[in-house]
């Protein structure tokens, strides 16, 4: 069956451009969650979905960051004004519930780079 | 705060066995999980502890002392296509739904 899914997997832009990348989890799974990845470093959070309602924005690092799931499936994560410090790997993972021991499945990324 | 640590980078030979070991604290400790991450690729799930002891797949191994706020991972019959990064996770159930990650044990099977 298909995993998690993400678009673009690359992205380079320049400083000050906005970007939005894209998840699609797997079909079914309630909750969803966005971390960002510094090379060399264990993924960080940023936020998390319970279907279509974003339940926890506590790791957002600035109000440029915003993210959506409009419908309780795929999810957007927007950057604005994008700053050179942005530079990461963007992961969203899914998971069939919240909680329990339900692991999260992870798509493969979008890599980041602010020139 | 949580406070995840894992060593940095360990080697080990093939064919042999390495243990990475991954301590944490946490007040709401509500499970602890192991990934394997190559280089750009995704975290790829491996093990998951909530309770005390061992749990045993296949070459893989995870154990946790929840009073010593302490798990490894064993990882037997190394293979060259192990070395990757292993990232130890823990929810903490005051902190919702999310894992906080620690850095990641880069692990490298020389022949």
């Known amino acids: 069956g298909a995993g998690v899914s993400q678009s673009p997997r690359y992205k380079v832009a320049k400083r000050g451009q906005d970007v939005a990348l894209r998840c699609d989890p797997i079909?079914?799974?309630?909750?969803l969650f966005w971390y960002q990845q510094a090379l060399g470093q264990g993924p960080e959070f940023l936020t998390y979905?319970?279907?279509?309602?974003?339940?926890?924005k506590s790791g957002l690092p600035s109000d440029r960051f915003f993210a959506e799931r409009p419908e309780g499936s795929v999810s957007t994560l927007k950057i604005q004004r994008t700053q050179q410090e942005d530079s990461a790997v963007y992961l969203c993972a899914s998971s069939p519930s919240s909680g329990g021991p339900y692991e999260q499945y992870f798509g493969p990324g979008t890599r980041l780079t602010v020139t | 705060g949580q406070n995840i640590d894992q060593p940095t980078e360990m080697t080990a030979t093939e064919g042999a066995i390495v243990q990475i070991n991954c301590t944490y604290q946490?007040?709401?400790?509500?499970?602890l999980f192991w990934y394997q991450q190559h280089a750009g690729e995704a975290p790829t799930f491996l093990s998951y502890?909530?309770?005390?002891g061992l749990e045993e797949k296949g070459r893989f191994s995870s154990f946790l002392s929840r009073s010593k706020g302490y798990s490894y991972l064993l990882l037997k019959e190394l293979q060259m296509k192990d070395s990757a990064s292993y990232l130890c996770?823990?929810?903490?159930?005051?902190?919702?739904?999310?894992?906080?990650f620690g850095p990641g044990t880069r692990l490298s099977v020389l022949p």
């Open positions: 996770a823990v929810r903490d159930r005051n902190y919702g739904q999310n894992f906080v």
């Open positions: 079909s079914g799974h309630v909750s």
């Open positions: 946490t007040s709401g400790f509500n499970g």
């Open positions: 979905f319970q279907n279509e309602a974003q339940l926890d």
């Open positions: 502890n909530v309770l005390d």
